[in-house]
């Protein structure tokens, strides 16, 4: 079955600085990768997602990239807000119906 | 209802017995999913349900788990015999997408502890 690997744990990054997190995952025919934040004590909700169609999608200041061919994806935040402080979460799926497979999740801290 | 709802909201518990959580998803949202936070860890993928299909059990992590959705609406999540390693949130999540991925809309999660 699928696996997902999502790096770093932590990451702390001054405010305007830049974020990357990054994401592996291990089948090749899963075709949807979902991001998403879930602040403290609160649900995850969905921030930006790609399918396998497209190489990079931006919203404002979010981007995400997917590499198929090395099988990982990025997630890229750009001019950092202390409210960007969260977990964030990668996801594959897509090759099993709606089946989703999350990453153990990155810790985020944009300090003012 | 505007959300996923999720009871209870909390449910501390004694080891040995048998919990069950609630979820009540999006109004015809076909895709319903399972899955657990345990403290500073990820979401950890329990169970899927699509529309009338035979639902995806690949998660569970073992048998005192199991989860039923009636008429294609609230599911339940069945614990037997908790352990003290159970002790999590389950969050549980809706999707109207039919038979493909997409946008997963979560409820505020069931926090079970196991003493």
Redesign the interface.
Known sequence: GENVEQHPSTLSVQEGDSAVIKCTYSDSASNYFPWYKQELGKRPQLIIDIRSNVGEKKDQRIAVTLNKTAKHFSLHITETQPEDSAVYFCAAGGNQGGKLIFGQGTELSVKP | GAGVSQSPSNKVTEKGKDVELRCDPISGHT?L?W?RQSLG?????LI?F?GN?AP?K?GLPSDRFSAERTGGSVSTLTIQRTQQEDSAVY?CAS?P?S??????F????SRLTVL
Do not use: I, N, W
């Not at chain 2, 038979?99 to 997963?104: I, K, N, P």
């Not at chain 2, 979560?106 to 999660?109: A, D």
């Open positions: 895709a999913y899955y860890q990820g979401l950890e993928f899927y699509q299909s995806d690949s969050l999707s997408h038979g493909r991925a997409g946008e997963l979560f409820g505020e999660g």
